[in-house]
């Protein structure tokens, strides 16, 4: 054990100082200025105001840079993996130090250079900067109509900054764009494109900078508290439905048959099950599910992602962490690697509990499950970025990068996981002994088919998100910046009970009409919900958006089949847990010849 330890202790050590100190420091500096100290203005993307993902790099566009040059440059592991190309303005902007009408640079445009900037306005292209961590957004132009169809494409000309300042800290900033002309369609025009920059004190302390950016009224409307409330309701009405069940429904289960070991005539009553049950099915319920490969590699990928997505939630809502740029992107990815040692644990845990043999094929199924769907997704993703030549194309040594992570990281660390779950894992005890030829199912209703109960059963959790997935998505896919991470927190922790009691329901009325494939059931029956999620989504994008293009909606629906896998996996793992605990725990306390 303690060669292991020292086996990965290095790639390890590794990765927290990659990503936690060169990926999550946003800055080189501490945001302190003195006067007259240089402020940089980062240029970032430019794109289609309603597509938010299809952005470009703002100088492949005819535009020029300032002559003001610097030494650093900033670019992690995470701005490059969401598609940021910061690159210098050159506008000379001192701490303060105002300027009434410094000129950026002198251009002289083509007729060809005037067709792509009208072309950009037309589409109502915006671009996206920082100054001292503070995104900013603006329009290139704006489009003017006659009779109702576009006639002039004029293009601002001149950025009027306005800097909001507290002992030596940049508190806001504000960008005005002004003094459009137009882009006639000659063979020549020369612009002058300009700056002025204006300094004001203000009392609002540099922790409260990025308050003005939220957007309090839409994601603490009253519908938001509303869609809490019913979702706890929810949680109510179900955590009683279980507490039913288990205190009354199979309590009296159990007294029926006791009474029928006593040789009462009357075991054909009540329930409906015509002297049927899930007493009858003991020998066939603890054995060996099939694909238990994948069962135990989804389980694994499931209890991962549910770790993650807990420390996710909690590092955001103490860190704040939409403070500095792909921050999150950087912690997901930290946290996803260093919790592979979870997924190899669980999916061998679940594999043997079975007496499966062949683990090592489950731990390489487990840990290439998440990565390989990502690999597909984002590479067909990556390859339109790169022949539309989008900033969203990730570059080849950031690729490289999380290639060699996995390989000297995430991989390992899900060997190890699994190597401790063989030596030291608890071994489960079934209460049941398995009988070697399988009891035959008997025929059912349609309504009682597995298939049919876990599509009904990823209803209830889908109804307990679906209002909050509308927060997320319009946060994601426009540009509101998402912070009510305590309501995110809130909401997981209702969605988890939703899931746990749904499944043990769905489990149940599965058991008593003598049905012994419960596994699967219980797995598919929560994570069914990402089926839901998924369909949301695509009435989300064509009813609450306005989004177009081959890449916009390439990028749109692939990524969200990339999260509707994720919670697949999640809650799965959680409705099969569930599933679990009931099963053992009513064959435990029956009766048994």
Sequence with gaps: MRRLSSLFLFPTLLLCWHLFVLGVRADEHDHMYQEGDEVVAWMNTVGPLYNRQETYPYYQLPLCRGPSEVEHHHETLGEALQGMDLVSSGI???????????????????????????????????????????????RLGETLENDGKPSRYPIYRHKAFTFEINNGRIISVTLDQQDPVDLPLQDTIELDFTYSVSWQPTGTPYEERFDRLLETGFFEHKVHWLSICSSFMMVLFLTGMVSVILLRTVKRDFTRYDREEEGLDDFDRDLGDEGYGWKQVHGDVFRQPPRLKLLSALMGVGCQLLSMGFLMICYIIMGQSYEQRASTMTASLVLYILTSVVAGYTSIKVY???????????????????????????????????????????????????????????????????????????????????????????????????????????????????????????????????????FMLLVFMILLVVSACVAIVCTYFLLNAEDHRWHWLSFMSCASTALYVYLYATYYYFTKTKMSGTFQTSFYFGYTALLCLGMFCLLGFVGHSSGNWFVKKIYQNVKID
Excluded at 404 to 432: E, H, K
Excluded at 438 to 459: D, S, T
């Design 92 to 138: 000379a902007i001192r701490f303060l130090k105002p300027v009434d009408q410094g000129v950026i640079c002198k251009s002289k445009l083509d007729a060809s250079q005037i067709e792509i900037l009208q072309h950009a306005i037309a589409k109502r292209y915006w671009f996206n900067m920082f100054i001292d961590d503070l995104p900013i957004y603006a």
């Design 352 to 486: 043997m509990s079975y007496g499966g043999r062949d683990w090592v094929h489950t731990v390489v199924l487990t840990a290439v499950l998440i990565p390989l769907a990502g690999c597909m997704v984002g590479g067909y993703i990556n390859s339109l970025a790169i022949y539309y030549s989008s900033a969203r194309a990730v570059p080849f040594l950031a690729l490289l990068s999380v290639i060699v992570l996995w390989l000297l990281v995430a991989f390992p660390l899900t060997v190890l996981g699994a190597i401790i779950a063989r030596r030291w894992a608890p071994t489960s005890d079934f209460p049941c002994r398995v009988n070697p030829i399988p009891r035959p199912i008997p025929e059912k209703l349609w309504y009682q088919e597995p298939l049919a109960i876990a599509a009904m059963g990823g209803i209830l959790p889908f109804g307990s998100i679906f209002i909050e997935m509308y927060f997320v998505f319009t946060s994601f896919w426009t540009y509101k910046i998402y912070y009510v991470y305590g």
